[in-house]
């Protein structure tokens, strides 16, 4: 607590002296930009992660950045979507997941949470879905790999979850409302989005172009024509040679987007000759990506 109030002190000698005319237009209203739903782990801090400042997200956290569906459940959840979308006209929405996800850890073992803490039980019961689907589709995976898997299948089903919300159905029937799936590795501060045409997680700065608010390129946004696919797939092809997975699944998602980029790029008429130039880019990389799978396996 010491430490706490210590920094209460320094925070009104330092940001509030530094920040009056800000601070001041805030006294008068909020207008964040994005709608941030994440975890409550304390390691997340959305912030400092997007070096926003004050006023710039308006924040959910909950334990496993869960977005229970429309009627499903009396917290606070749905009221924030609501007035964040229809109070506050926010056309942007982020959910993001993290590393090491302790509610993604207790979704293997919710038996034991209804006896120890059934709270968190009841809690975790809106992200059942996630963990039928990995156990599913995903047997041969354990340990710090299947909680990897859920934590990036996690922030998919959540996504589709805020879906069934009225006011987000019809924002993005208007077209006036982006959704982006997140995930950030606390091990190394990289953040990695959803990108829905190679299914598969990438550097944001993949997701840039001309299209969509602010020039970010939603996960329901596509190409419109061969040539634009065709700068999309190079795109992709040069944010995931600067990929460095971290773990065996996360290499193994690497070669599986690689595959498909190579396959879009001859669909959309890559020229051979450009097609064996990315293979020589890549030819260092897949190796080191399949060799951690290996390593993974023995």
């Keep these: 607590m010491k430490k706490l109030i210590r920094g209460l002190d320094e925070f009104r000698k330092t940001y509030v002296h530094e920040h009056q005319e800000l601070l001041e237009q805030l006294s008068h209203g909020q207008k964040p930009r994005v709608l941030f739903i994440t975890c409550s782990d304390s390691r997340v801090a959305p912030n400092l992660i997007t070096s926003t400042d004050i006023g710039e997200l308006f924040v959910i956290r909950n334990a496993g950045n869960i977005v229970p569906p429309f009627g499903a459940a009396n917290g606070g959840e749905g009221g924030t979507i609501e007035y964040a979308i229809t109070a506050l006209d926010i056309k942007q929405v982020i959910v993001c997941g993290h590393s090491h996800c302790g509610a993604m850890k207790g979704l293997l073992k919710l038996n034991k949470l209804q006896a120890d803490m059934p709270l968190v039980y009841d809690w975790l019961k809106h992200a059942e879905s996630t963990r039928r689907l990995v156990l599913a589709n995903y047997p041969h995976q354990s340990g710090e790999e299947l909680i990897e898997t859920l934590v990036a299948e996690n922030v998919l089903i959540q996504i589709e979850n805020l879906k069934t919300y009225p006011?987000?159905?019809a924002k993005l029937h208007q077209g006036e409302l982006n959704i982006y799936g997140w995930i950030y590795e606390i091990e190394t501060g990289e953040v990695l989005a959803y990108d829905a045409e190679t299914h598969t997680y990438l550097p944001p700065q993949s997701q840039l172009s001309d299209k969509g608010s602010n020039g970010l390129r939603s996960c329901d946004l596509e190409p419109d024509s061969t040539s634009e696919k065709l700068k999309t797939v190079r795109t992709k092809l040069k944010a995931l040679l600067a990929v460095t997975p971290h773990s065996a699944?996360?290499?193994?998602?690497?070669?599986?987007?690689?595959?498909?980029l190579f396959e879009e790029a001859s669909e959309f008429g890559m020229t051979n000759r450009e097609l064996r130039d990315y293979h020589s880019l890549f030819a260092e990389p897949i190796q080191a990506w399949a060799r951690r799978v290996t390593a993974s396996a023995n």
């Design 167 to 169: 006011m987000v159905r």
């Design 249 to 260: 699944g996360a290499a193994q998602l690497a070669i599986r987007s690689l595959q498909e």
